[in-house]
């Protein structure tokens, strides 16, 4: 296969990995994909997929490529939460949850970083379309405040969250929001009511 040809197929991807050129072309070597990647046609990515070199990579396209490279999985915690304006830096890598093993991989463009968590907490995010049709699945921020909370459990008292530094403005509706109470519920955790409990005197003070 030419690459342009191969460009003009792989371009409607968001990261491809070899299953997928062989789905149009079974008789492909992978000594090809070496080949042009030495050649900077295409950069490689973790989990053994591929983009074209020419493609532009912002954060949301970081985003469809950590919602690729480890499925299932959704953007939460840190990276959620600078989507939202709760955490006034910008956030190095992506951070998501996945109910399969946490892991982290290195790339270009920072990070990847997964969570773990029970297949039972895979809830509360929605789908962002961009151009192109592209998608990526982003929690909720009800959501992504609580996963955090979770998976953070030393994050126990007001002066924890003082360090934090959270933006208290968007997080103070959260107080009388159903889904947030609906997702605090499914959770099941007196801990972590606990800690949500003082997430609202950090927010009031």
Not at 27 to 47: C, E, M
Not at 102 to 125: A, C, D, E, H, L
């Amino acid at each position: 296969m030419k690459f342009r040809e191969f460009e003009n197929q792989m371009k409607r991807l968001p990261a491809f990995n070899l299953n997928d050129v062989r789905k149009l072309d079974p008789g492909f070597h992978r000594q090809q994909l070496s080949y042009w990647l030495a050649k900077d046609l295409i950069k490689s990515l973790p989990g053994g997929y591929y983009i074209l070199a020419n493609q532009t990579v912002d954060e949301q396209y970081l985003f469809i490529l950590a919602n690729t490279i480890y499925q299932p999985s959704y953007i939460s915690l840190e990276s959620a939460l600078a989507y939202y304006g709760v955490i006034p830096e910008s956030v190095l890598g992506v951070t998501s949850v996945s109910s399969r093993k946490t892991i982290q991989y290195q790339s270009t463009w920072g990070q990847f970083r997964y969570r773990s968590v029970k297949p039972v907490f895979m809830f509360g995010y929605i789908v962002v379309e961009v151009e192109q049709k592209r998608k990526y699945k982003i929690a909720r921020l009800e959501k992504a405040v609580l996963d955090y909370l979770y998976l953070n459990p030393g994050i126990d008292s007001v002066a924890d969250f003082e360090g934090l530094r959270w933006n208290r403005t968007p997080l103070r509706p959260l107080g009388d929001n159903p889904f947030f109470c609906k997702y605090l519920t499914i959770f099941a955790s007196e801990a972590l009511e606990n800690r949500i409990r003082h997430l609202w005197e950090y927010v009031h003070a």
